[in-house]
């Protein structure tokens, strides 16, 4: 089964007729593009061609294994207590490594909150990424240190802070680009329409990734858009692609085009990463109440670090060696993400009231000394009690 | 001359032009900021001169107004963005609100958000719906942000030039019927800091604290009560986030009496946040409960009934007589 059919299958039966009467088929089962076939298969695509030493395709393999190995671990430490809340990118390591690896250190980031794979390869210390899901912080990690804003919540909010920081770019004449991260039910947001527009009108150099994991908690993409998405971008006057997300290479090299068209001056692209989150949304809800059981294993088939494994084996790109490497230094990583958010202390009560303000506030100082006197108070009443 | 008689208008318009000029990285962004010189004309001819890249008229898109100032912002710039009327800030209200407000703290002070969302408000032109609201209490609830209006054309001029240089989110209140008002405006006195009231009228029988379009009522009223022999101090508090509670505290300590007045509705607004602290902070000082004056919690009324709606200067001298008969 491709993935072509399988969007059509869940397609309203009333547009599937409707499109069959049109005859436009091309609408409504778009063409991937792939460059490694969910076999392991390299193939060609006439507008983009990739050439990667065996050095950089192990560097991708490995980055998507530690990736999920970490995803695997948060997931782990959700369930036994240590983080309140973690959203899963199980199946989607493709498309954020491959995105994430066709970025420059001068180009920024505007992740949404599960872009774990796009901060591994920004350089953020993975367990920066677990104190907001451990209720420390809001943010872990200085944005400015890796050009990787902080995680958003907010579905769709970041594509603008994006637009604007891109704007910025474009006023200080750098040539570097800026990447926006967002989801399918995110494509229904005004914000992300009105940065498409923004975009587009100041021909700011913004890629805008979505990653089409299918669902957007339990509403299909059949509840977000009758159009395949890449196509939005068409209305607004810049291109739209729609990539293999799980297929690294076909992402790096659609990513890698996206923002090379960018620092040329010619403005935004929407990249659609056509991609299927494997897991739950978050570990709060529960898939197997909406989805099909026999789809996640349709899916799986199309696995993003199994079909690059079999490309490495068969071309014998990678030998036993780096196989059994890469196990020990996943188990490694495991390991010490799970020490460090086990050992992640509670915030000093005090800081509550900091960052609140850059210039201070006169409320702020006012409950701080209130909040302050009234914890001395407890301190006071153990001392008289010795 | 450093001394001028200008409009709110003219010293808002004069000090945008000023804060471009030192600063290159100032935009001022908005629905027709530019061409135009935005519907009231504050910032005319500014893009003539500082160009369409400094001055950007912008798609009609609020959320996007203040998102892509958010990004900008984070790029190093500051923008000074301008919502066109009151009631239209909503569409804008999430960014200002989830991102706008909390970003810095989020980052755990990493990044400095220095926006200005500049926003006509208020009533008494005679527009239509949307036109004439006064949501300041919405914004002065959400930790973040700080939320000042000023009063006359002297602290327009300043206090939009210490709006523009403050690393916080400020949401600048601009009282639309007092755009046309003129004062002198000092162009190098250095001025008080932005979140300080002001007295602008001693007396020591009561007190009114209002802001931004109300002060002028006030003062009025303060006169009107004088021929009548009752001595009343106006505050312009000037700052509606953080509020000077230290400056209405020694105002109230001195007379014993204070009436908050706001066009926007009293309930849950700026009166009853003061109205609240002043009793905890000065009860043994009250001569009287402390009294409001504002809008009714009513959807703003259609223009023929907004003088009924907004506090005038008749309602102001009933609280002012209510609270000087206990």
């Known amino acids: ?386 | 001359m450093a001394v001028e008689k200008m409009s709110i208008a003219k010293a808002l318009n004069e000090s945008l032009r000023l804060a471009l000029d030192t600063d290159p990285k100032v935009l001022i962004m908005g629905e027709d900021v530019g061409k135009l010189g935005g519907v009231f004309r504050i910032t005319d001819g500014l893009q003539k001169d500082f160009g369409e890249d400094r001055v950007i008229d912008t798609p009609l898109a609020e959320s996007g107004i203040v998102g892509t100032a958010i990004g900008l912002a984070l790029r190093g710039y500051r923008p000074v963005v301008e919502i066109q009327f009151d009631g239209f800030v909503f569409p804008a209200y999430d960014q200002i609100v989830t991102q706008l407000a909390k970003m810095h703290a989020r980052a755990l002070g990493k990044i400095k958000l220095p926006v200005v969302v500049r926003i006509p408000y208020g009533g008494g032109i005679g527009a239509v719906e949307h036109h004439s609201e006064s949501p300041e209490a919405l914004f002065a609830h959400v930790a973040g942000l700080k939320v000042v209006s000023p009063s006359n054309a002297s602290d327009a001029y300043w206090m939009m030039q210490q709006a523009v240089q403050s690393d916080d989110p400020i949401i600048f209140f601009e009282p639309k019927r007092r755009y046309w008002d003129k004062a002198e405006v000092d162009t190098e006195s250095i001025p008080g800091p932005l979140h300080n009231a002001v007295t602008v009228r001693e007396g020591s029988d009561l007190t009114l604290v209002a802001y931004g379009p109300m002060v002028k009522v006030c003062l009025e009223a303060a006169a009107a009560a004088q021929e009548e022999g009752k001595s009343v101090e106006v505050l312009d508090l000037r700052s509606m986030s953080p509020i000077d509670f230290d400056a209405i505290q020694s105002s109230v300590e001195k007379t014993g009496r204070l009436v908050v007045v706001h066009e926007a509705p009293v309930f849950y607004g700026s009166g009853a946040e003061i109205a609240a602290r002043i009793t905890e902070r000065s009860f043994y000082h009250l001569e009287a409960p402390v009294l409001r004056v504002g809008g009714y919690h009513v959807p703003y009324p259609p223009a023929r009934l907004e003088d009924e709606y907004l506090p005038g200067l008749d309602r102001v001298l009933d609280a002012v007589d209510r609270s000087l008969a206990y």
């Not at chain 1, 809001?138 to 579905?155: E, K, M, R, S």
């Not at chain 1, 989801?183 to 587009?200: H, I, L, P, R």
Request: hydrophobic share 35%; aromatic share 10%; with cysteine.
């Open chain 1, 1 to 386: 089964m491709t993935v072509e059919s399988t969007a059509a299958a869940r397609k309203p039966r009333r547009a599937s007729k409707r499109t069959s009467a049109a005859k436009k088929p091309q609408s409504s089962e778009p063409q991937l593009v792939q460059l490694l076939t969910p076999e392991g298969e390299r193939v060609e695509h006439p507008d983009y061609s990739i050439d990667l030493s065996a050095d950089e395709l192990r560097g991708l393999y490995r980055d998507m294994v530690l990736t999920r190995r970490f995803d695997a671990e948060a997931t782990a430490l959700q369930r036994q207590g240590e983080l309140g809340l973690w959203a899963s990118l199980l199946g989607q390591e493709a498309a954020q490594i491959g995105s994430g690896r066709a970025l420059r250190d001068d180009d920024y980031v505007f992740p949404t909150y599960r872009e774990h794979g796009v901060a591994w390869c920004r350089g953020v210390d993975p367990t920066n990424l677990l104190g907001m899901f451990r209720g420390v912080n809001h943010g872990g990690w200085d944005p400015t240190a890796n050009n990787f804003h902080l995680y958003t919540i907010v579905i769709g909010s970041q594509t603008l802070h994006a637009t604007g920081y891109a704007m910025g770019v474009a006023k200080d004449g750098a040539d570097s680009a800026v990447i926006a991260y967002f989801g399918d039910g995110a494509s229904s947001q005004g914000d992300v329409a009105e940065s498409f527009t923004f975009s587009a009108v100041y021909n700011a150099p913004v890629v805008f990734f979505c990653q089409n994991n299918q669902w957007a908690i339990s509403e299909p993409t059949e509840r977000q858009t009758r159009v395949p998405l890449y196509q939005r971008a068409q209305g607004f006057g810049f291109p739209g692609v729609r990539v293999d997300g799980n297929d690294v290479l076909a992402c790096l090299a659609v990513t890698r085009s996206a923002l090379e068209r960018a620092r040329r001056g010619e403005g935004p692209t929407l990249v659609e990463a056509f991609t299927y989150r494997m897991g739950a949304h978050t570990t709060s809800d529960d898939p197997t109440k909406y989805r099909a059981d026999d789809e996640r294993a349709a899916w799986e088939a199309k696995d993003p670090i199994l079909r690059l494994r079999t490309y490495l084996e068969k071309e014998k790109l990678a030998d036993e060696a780096f196989f059994t490497e890469l196990e020990t230094e996943s188990e490694t990583l495991g390991k010490r993400v799970r020490e460090v958010v086990r050992a992640m202390p509670d915030p000093e009560p005090l800081s509550l009231f900091e960052h609140g303000y850059a210039d201070g506030n006169s409320l702020v100082d006012e409950e701080r000394a209130q909040f302050a006197a009234y914890q001395a108070s407890f301190a006071d009443s153990a001392e008289e009690g010795k």
